[in-house]
């Protein structure tokens, strides 16, 4: 194995519905099971071949692949094998997604929290989340089907609750020829930056009332009667794209993940699911030889996957979808994850493999989740409100005494603290409507200070409006001379 060559390894891929246990080619677009209506994993029936290569040998593989030049293999792809093994590199797009940095917290910050934290930036992608993880892999597989058929036109559908439109449209309108993509938005629930995001790249940007589970159905209703290339997560590549940020992970640390604690935000429940799925996947081959704990973190205001794991009698639950309140964590803000029977799926596996504490799901208030995003970004990080709502997740498990500061907590920052600002605004001008429930400490609040009138400026000239100016900055602060 030469780790600047792509690999000659061809797996045999399969559709299998979580609802039925159906199989199906994947020389189709599926989106769910025509069957029963389940949603689908993806299978490589060739899996078992790769574990004949040892894990030494993979992880040796993989970190000098971390060099490569080659853009087909710089992205999600360093994990080809485990990811989409039926691609030629000439479907594969590379937009730099992936690779994301790991930022460990200041000692400042892990003082005033009692916490060892760490910040996964998914928010450093392209299109500033981690949903261009999946995008890329579902992408790279519409290529080898436009490909194989010779279609000459596709249309891309997604539903949104903001950032998978925003990586839809850019996928898009970079691999352009056959496809064409529509996103169709929640009226006033999207930030402005992800609205302009689709817009910026060209797609075709419909709004329809109501929350994302609307516009979910309007989405699904079409999938059904049409034929579209539907981009939610249900579409199971995205789901093996997004294992990615499990693969980078385990790398980073140098594939011991021992004391290593992961928070995500969950919303559709499909980044949590590629985790999961993803350090299994490591596991099953030998990469790794102890799993991570996965903490998923819901909002009280969006936590129907909470619920479900909140009764402790596995044979109590009972799944039940709710209707959301207004959140900060906007993206995440669902109230009938569609990807909820996977998570259910892996994390029994992940039970199995790692004990009882391997897999749990915390619950935390609007008002710890936007405290969590301003103490971060204060403290040197780029937080989303997601990433926030990862920060207290951390908190809140140390204080039910499930993690302690001898591990280490890595935070996913689902997004670009730039896409949430108007959050951070309403934070410092304390202006939250009083559904999200959230009291700003004002203490924290931030504002900019004009320091000299236009008209002031006019009447001086210009050598005397900068000293004049200068005079008033030095009279803000307090300077001394030196
Ligand atoms: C999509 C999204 C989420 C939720 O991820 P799911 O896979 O739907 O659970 C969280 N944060 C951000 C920034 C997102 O864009
Ligand atoms: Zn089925």
Redesign the pocket.
Known sequence: MTADLFPSYRGRMEYFCLGCGKRYPTDELYYTCPECGGVFLLDNLDFNELKKTSGEQWRALFDARAASKRTALRGVFRFYELMAPVLEEEDVVYLGEANTPIVESSPALNAATGLRTAYKN??QNPSA???DRGMACGFSYLRALIRKHGWDQILTVCA?????SA?AALYASYVGGAISSVVILPHGKVTPAQLAQPLGSGAVVLEVPGVFDDCMKVVEHLADNYRVALLN?KNAWRILG?ESYAFEVAQWFDWDLSGKCIF???????????IMAGFLKLLELDIITELPRIFGVQSHHADPVYRYYSVGDPKEREYKPMTVSPSV?Q??M?GN?V?FPRVRHFAEKFEAAGGKRAFQVIQVTEQQIMDSMIQANRNGHIA????G?SFAGAKRALELGLVSADELCVL????HQL??VDFQTMYFENTFPPAFEVEPDMSLANSPALVISPEEKERLSPEEYTRVTADKVVARLGLEKK
Do not use: H, L, M, W
């Open positions: 998914d928010g989340s981690f949903k949104s609750t903001g950032d998978t990586a997560s997004q995500v935000p969950i919303g559709n429940a499909g980044n949590i699911t590629a964590a993206a995440a669902i994850p990807s989303c409100t997601q990433g709502e996913d920052s689902t997004a896409k949430f």
